[in-house]
């Protein structure tokens, strides 16, 4: 078991970024991470690693680098920030402490310095309790076709989590002008992702699950907005910055996808430690389900990502199970038989979740082993890296690396 604390430098100067990786070779028990292209793809690096410390060079802008330490800070308290600046006055000193700095030091960085404050904030995180530091799993449900039934898995999975994993959930409506998971989970759309756009500079991410309407199972929603015409006020930037909020206030956050690869869902997938992948067992879904792993594999999602479930089976006139397996040439985790349709039908004009109303059956069973399986939790994947030279035009040439 690797014990080590990782320490992540976000510097845009290649030459210092190199310097002080150099320095920490003194440190014990650390794995050193950089990041020396962009800052936002720092706060990726961040939320990926949930490292120890932050190493933050205020170049080549004061201002720009102030501005991502509060970000860092609000979305991630739990990270000690150390500020590298070539000078270091009170003004700089005390703006850097409001945005959460803990150690300060100057180029031409001393090594001695460095080390010694790196050492100090490590021997702090260590005596602290690991009770207080909030680690996430985030997980979007993608159908390969229409039916497939990802907001049914979605809304139950998510309950599921909760409830076997004693704590809070979120499921995040992704489908802005049709999404219906308010009624699986049989709550009123109280807040919605509009109304956190227009506060996202003002918002208090410690009171984010108070804000959101809450099951008695411990699942709150978040939804898309009350009307379908405000749907294109919702920008992928608001959507970064509240999967980012969402990360610092929930332990386990359900996205429910619509059927569409778009700027949101692929953004959703990006930040999200697995997709899963529903699929149907009939020949129309296994078609688009190829073309969809043909694109995740040219996207750099791999198979510790991408987990394939197969939903409805019934064991009668479809695909045998081997065969799609041998067709997609992609392993299959989990096969969720098909349930009543009239108790489906039942269970969502009620608004009761299918595995409360009926936690025995075959299906809330198979949910429940899912379920497990992410509590239990693989090792989340390694996300995709972007492309260094300037986007070409069009969609999918913007998303392949």
Request: hydrophobic share 45%.
């Amino acid at each position: 078991m690797d014990n080590r604390m990782t320490i992540a430098v976000i510097d845009l100067d290649g030459d210092s970024s190199l310097l002080i990786v150099d320095m920490l070779k003194e440190v014990p028990d650390i794995s050193v991470q950089t990041e020396t292209q962009d800052l936002y793809r720092g706060i990726s690096l961040v939320r990926r690693l949930n490292p120890a410390i932050v190493i933050l060079n205020l170049y080549p802008s004061e201002d720009a680098a102030m501005e991502y330490a509060q970000k860092l800070h609000k979305y991630f308290p739990e990270c000690s920030l150390i500020v590298a600046a070539k000078k270091m006055n009170s003004n700089l000193v005390l703006n850097a402490m409001r945005v959460g700095a803990r150690e300060f030091v100057m180029h031409p960085i001393n090594k001695d310095e460095l080390v010694g404050a790196v050492k100090k904030l490590l021997q702090a995180k260590k005596e602290a309790s690991p009770d207080s530091l909030l680690s996430s799993k985030m997980v979007t449900v993608f159908g390969a076709n229409g039916g497939a039934g990802a907001t049914t898995v979605a809304a139950n999975l998510a309950a599921l989590l909760a409830r076997h994993a004693k704590a809070d959930s979120v499921v995040i409506d992704l489908n802005f002008q049709f999404g219906d998971a308010a009624l699986h989970l049989n709550v009123k759309n109280r807040c919605s992702i509009l109304d956190l756009a227009g506060q996202l500079d003002r918002l208090d991410v410690s009171q984010l699950a108070t804000l959101l309407p809450k099951t008695s199972d411990g699942v709150s929603l978040l939804s898309g907005p009350a009307r379908i015409e405000e749907a294109e006020s919702i920008t992928c930037g608001h959507l970064e910055q509240i999967l980012m909020a969402v990360r610092s206030a929930f332990p386990y956050i359900v996205i429910d996808a619509p059927r569409a690869l778009n700027d949101f869902t692929v953004k959703a997938m990006d930040e999200s430690d697995h997709v899963l992948m529903l699929a149907t067992p009939d020949v129309p879904s296994i078609y688009n389900t190829t073309r969809c792993l043909e694109l995740f594999q040219k996207m750099g999602y791999d198979r510790e990502k991408v987990l394939l479930a197969l939903n409805r089976c019934n064991g009668v006139d479809e695909l045998d199970p081997s065969a799609i397996e041998e067709l997609l040439k992609y392993p299959v985790l989990w096969r969720l038989p098909k349930h009543d349709p009239s108790a489906m039908a039942d269970a969502v004009n009620k608004g009761v979740l299918i595995s409360k109303m009926l936690p025995n059956a075959k299906l809330s069973q198979s949910l429940l082993i899912m379920a497990q399986h992410l509590i239990g939790g693989v090792k989340p994947a390694v996300k995709r890296k972007k492309p260094a030279n300037p986007p070409l035009p069009g969609f999918f040439q913007r998303i392949i690396k």
